[in-house]
């Protein structure tokens, strides 16, 4: 490709890409964070904290079950009840942890010193510690995301199940690394060093469990620099492809009424990169990452020379809803991994004459 524009255009998405490749790496890494800021609400040393640690880990786990089979099962009204249930089970859970016997409490609450208002301040720092849990299992559905979209198979009964479990074993490895750190003997760098070693391993088992990143993430870049598009346009075809060469039907050819009879085709960019230009029926457009490649045989590759981008036009026709239209609606995540049917009723026969819709094609 010997155009000029080839070298900045890669550079660019490169650029783009290592960006939000770092972007998902702190998204993946969150809960983590928030999950030591938890720890570190008691202020306790190194050896309780060690001993107190684990639990909130396979605690938080439990919780973030409870909160990915709400998005699985519940529908969206009833979701929203999730994030309740989840913040009672931190305060149930935290409280049975450091605060049910006198033990627990001469151990994990040395934060708090006296008698006076005793009660009051350790159920304050329980109850800031539920919140710091509540706020770890929320973010942690983000990284659920990731591993929903590396499993195409996540819609059946068996997918559900797979993400589910993954995501569940991802939360407690990602608490690894807050575990090393607290059970490490000696000086601060010995600490570091270990705890460096387990991000870098929890991240490794991420990207084993959500093989599909990096391709997001290429994807993503491409996108953002235009290498990508999904814009449906018209174009104007080079006389290198004589009109009997495309089919009518897959490209929505029309001929235009000039002296020199140009046709155009209704296509979109799959990809652009300097002066090449791979172009797909415009009916493919709204297609998922995961299909491209079941309908790459209908693309073709040609050059931005060979293929005008024609000047918009807008032409109208009316046409009336004959039956009623049923379809699935996906919510986006994280709000709801789920779906549900929408439908367009069509008018009573006797009022079709008066309900239209209007439909304007390019």
């Known amino acids: 490709m010997p155009s000029v524009t080839v ?23 969150t809960p983590a964070i928030v999950f030591t800021g938890m720890i570190s609400l008691f202020g306790l040393p190194a050896k ?28 969206s009204d009833d979701f929203a009840w999730s994030f309740l249930v989840v913040w009672l089970l931190g305060i149930l859970g935290i409280s049975l942890l450091v605060a049910t016997t006198k033990l627990q409490r001469s151990s994990y609450l040395k934060k708090i010193e006296g008698k006076s208002w005793y009660k009051v301040r350790a159920a304050w720092m329980i109850l800031g510690a539920s919140i710091i849990y509540l706020l770890t299992v929320a973010v942690g559905i983000y990284p659920t995301t990731f591993i929903s979209w590396s499993h ?70 491409a996108s953002a620099v235009k290498l990508r598009n999904s814009q449906v346009s018209e174009y104007i075809v080079s006389k290198k492809y004589p009109k009997a060469t495309l089919d009518n039907e897959l490209w929505k050819v029309r001929e235009l009424k000039d002296e020199e009879k140009t046709v155009t085709i209704q296509a979109f960019p799959l990809f652009k990169f300097g002066e090449t230009l791979l172009l797909c029926p415009a009916k493919y457009a709204q297609l998922d990452r995961d299909h491209i490649a079941e309908v790459s045989k209908y693309c073709f590759a040609t050059s931005s020379s060979e293929m005008t981008l024609a000047a918009p036009t807008q032409s109208g026709r009316t046409f009336y809803l004959k039956e009623t239209y049923c379809g699935r609606v996906f919510t986006n995540p994280p709000l709801k991994l789920s779906q549900k049917q929408q439908c367009i009723y069509a008018p009573p026969k006797e009022q079709s004459n008066g309900l239209i819709i209007s439909a304007r094609m390019r």
């Open 48 to 75: 309780d904290a060690a001993r107190l640690t684990p639990r909130l880990a396979f605690l938080m786990a439990g919780g973030f079950g409870v909160m990915i089979l709400g998005a699985y099962k519940l529908n």
């Open 7 to 29: 070298s900045p255009a890669l550079f660019a998405w490169l650029t783009c890409g290592v960006l939000i490749l770092l972007a998902a790496l702190l998204c993946i890494i």
């Open 152 to 221: 195409p198979d996540a819609s059946t009964q068996s997918g559900e199940l797979l993400v589910m479990g993954i995501s569940i074993a991802w939360m407690v490895l990602l608490c690894i690394p807050t575990i090393t750190f607290y059970n490490t003997e000696g000086d601060l760098t010995k600490k570091v060093l270990n705890t460096f070693k387990a991000v870098c391993f929890a991240v490794f088992a991420f990207l084993v469990m959500s093989p599909s990143l990096f391709g997001l993430v290429a994807y993503s870049a």
